[in-house]
Structures are given as structure tokens and as C-alpha cells.
């Protein structure tokens, strides 16, 4: 059973950098089994793909935020990271990890996530 935990700080000031860590424990994040997602849901909004890293370390990022957004693994800690710059308030919403099954493929489909993490808030305000 893999379990999924996301880290990071809960308040960022506009136009600062967003660093989010997503733990991975009872698997290792080296295996094929799965690729390692991160997604948003801001409030009154449906999920958000942000992107996905693969266990070769291979990136794909939702077009829409590839210029802010960056995705890197560390397979001695087993665990991926988000990075996302230039935040504004409207970035503000809950952020989870997740891994995918099957195929990889960008903006998958909630259902094709084998496990979540429980989600961290992120509020960007001054």
C-alpha cells in the first residue's frame, strides 16, 4: 500500500516561489508501477493538473502553467517536488500528489490515479 504526503508551507506571499514535497512511503518512487502527479483544486474550482514526473525522471506540465511550474524527484529521499514561481492569489487552493497507473498520459482523468495524498492548503496572500 503506498502512501502519499505532501509537505510545504501553508502561507506564500504573491510573487514568491512555491516549494511543495511529496513523500512517498511503502513503495519506491523508482518503480514502473507508477508516475507521480501533482494537482491543485482552487476554491470553487475543479482538479487542476499541474504535472507529472516519471520514474526516469521524465516531465510533463499543463501547458498553461509550464513557464512557473518545475517538477524534479529525489530518488534518495523517495520523494518529488513541485516548484512553482511567480505565485498569485489566485495559485491559492489545495494541493495534492498523486500517482498514476497504466500509461502515462498529461491531464489524466482522477480514476486513473491509483493513490492521493490528503492534500495540502496553500494560501498566497500579502
Known amino acids: 500500500q503506498v502512501q502519499l504526503q505532501e509537505s510545504g508551507p501553508g502561507l506564500v506571499k504573491p510573487l514568491q516561489t512555491l516549494s511543495l514535497t511529496c513523500a512517498v512511503r511503502?513503495?519506491?518512487?523508482?518503480?514502473?508501477?507508477?508516475?507521480w502527479n501533482w494537482i491543485r483544486q482552487s476554491p470553487g474550482k475543479g482538479l487542476e493538473w499541474l504535472g507529472q514526473?516519471?520514474?526516469?525522471?521524465?516531465?510533463a506540465y499543463n501547458p498553461a502553467l509550464k513557464s512557473r511550474t518545475s517538477i524534479s524527484k529525489d530518488t534518495s529521499k523517495n520523494q518529488f517536488t513541485l516548484q512553482m514561481n511567480s505565485l498569485k492569489p489566485n495559485d491559492t487552493g489545495v494541493y495534492y500528489c498523486?500517482?498514476?497507473?497504466?500509461?502515462?498520459?498529461?491531464?489524466?482523468?482522477?480514476?486513473?490515479?491509483?493513490?492521493w495524498g490528503q492534500g495540502t492548503q496553500v494560501i498566497v496572500s500579502s
Open positions: 511503502g513503495g519506491s518512487i523508482t518503480t514502473t508501477d507508477y508516475w
Open positions: 514526473i516519471t520514474n526516469r525522471g521524465y516531465t
Open positions: 498523486g500517482a498514476g497507473s497504466g500509461m502515462a498520459i498529461m491531464n489524466p482523468p482522477p480514476g486513473r490515479y491509483r493513490y
